[in-house]
């Protein structure tokens, strides 16, 4: 297939609408867990101990090896807004965890 042929097959897939700029611009990107720890001025030991995620799993998110799933990257968000918040929510939960 060449790139006019992907192209046609993209536009006249009623799954993939093309957006206009206005629509374009209400998309908001989702923030990157790297982007926030280092904000928060944390190692990345110190960022998934208090945040309740393995190492490993965000290791893997900042080289891009996997990706949060939707409710990872609704923890990173909320961690953005109000880190003290949710490390003090999550603080509450006693239950044993592999971080």
């Known amino acids: 297939m060449d790139d006019n ?3 046609r097959a993209a536009s006249d897939d009623p799954d ?6 206005d629509e374009l611009q209400e998309f ?3 923030s990157d867990a790297r ?3 280092l904000k928060l001025k944390l190692t990345q ?5 208090r945040f309740h995620i393995p190492v490993g799993t965000l290791r ?3 080289q ?3 990706e949060p799933d939707t409710t ?11 880190p003290e918040l949710v490390e003090s929510v999550l603080a509450q939960d006693k239950s044993p965890r592999n971080t």
């Not at 993939?16 to 700029?21: E, G, I, R």
């Not at 030991?45 to 101990?49: D, R, S």
């Not at 990257?73 to 807004?81: A, D, G, P, Q």
Request: aromatic share 8%; charged share 25%.
């Open 5 to 7: 042929a992907i192209a």
């Open 16 to 21: 993939n609408p093309v957006l206009t700029y």
């Open 28 to 30: 908001r990107p989702v």
């Open 35 to 37: 982007e926030v720890r």
């Open 45 to 49: 030991e110190a960022f998934a101990k």
């Open 60 to 62: 893997d998110w900042e």
């Open 64 to 66: 891009h090896r996997t």
């Open 72 to 82: 990872a990257r609704s923890l990173i968000k909320l961690i953005s807004v109000a």
